[in-house]
T-cell receptor
């Protein structure tokens, strides 16, 4: 079964609202989690690296005030898309690194549609 | 800087044919990791293989095989006797030691026709 769970798997929201996506490691502690965005028929692009207990490191071109990342515990990271607009519609995927083994696991992804 | 190139955007073959997906990478590190993932229409990423830069042995897992050649910076993936269920987008990815994050190629959309 999945060892990294994302919720919700699908979300539709109105333009201007904020949406929170959760990424949980189910049976291991993840000191580092990563958030990727994938537009239709495109590759995965890293948005930010999230380290437990510290501020996320954002990739160039990613607005930190728009995509708020919180990694408050060793098993949970959240991505909040603030004031969402239709161009934010995308597939968001998280990955979590097992702090002990170093293995990397991906969540199932969350498809965001902003109307 | 690290970069992964999958030159084949789309491949379409008939079932039972063999098919090879190409992957070429760039990195300045001597220690790095290469990955292949499968992304079916449902969207989740399915891990297929991880190979470190010091292990150039070819790998075979059932109908899947991988050819890692440092001399040409390539990590190609071959599916033997393809099946319709193999239809998906396949991503090659690179991780440099210490960087932790993955850099993905553009992906190859593989369609296996019955």
């Amino acid at each position: 079964g999945a060892v990294v769970s994302q919720h919700p798997s699908r979300v539709i929201c109105k333009s201007g609202t904020s949406v929170k996506i959760e990424c949980r490691s189910l049976d291991f502690q993840a000191t580092t989690m990563f958030w990727y965005r994938q537009f239709p028929k495109q590759s995965l692009m890293l948005m930010a690296t999230s380290n437990e207990g510290s501020k996320a490191t954002y990739e160039q071109g990613v607005e930190k005030d728009k995509f708020l990342i919180n990694h408050a515990s060793l098993t949970l990271s959240t991505l909040t898309v603030t004031s969402a607009h239709p161009e934010d519609s995308s597939f968001y995927i998280c990955s979590a690194r097992n702090g002990v083994t170093g293995e990397l696991f991906f969540g199932e992804g969350s498809r965001l549609t902003v109307l | 800087a690290q970069k992964v190139t999958q030159a084949q955007t789309e491949i379409s073959v008939v079932e039972k044919e063999d098919v090879t997906l190409d992957c070429v990478y760039e990195t300045r590190d001597t220690t790095y990791y290469l990955f292949w993932y499968k992304q079916p229409p449902s969207g989740e990423l399915v891990f297929l293989i991880r190979r470190n830069s010091f292990d150039e042995q070819n790998e075979i897992s059932g109908r899947y095989s991988w050819n890692f050649q440092k001399s040409t910076s390539s990590f190609n993936f071959t599916i033997t006797a393809s099946q319709v269920v193999d239809s998906a987008v396949y991503f090659c990815a690179l991780s440099e030691q210490g960087a932790q994050k993955l850099v993905f190629g553009q992906g190859t959309r593989l369609t296996i026709n019955p």
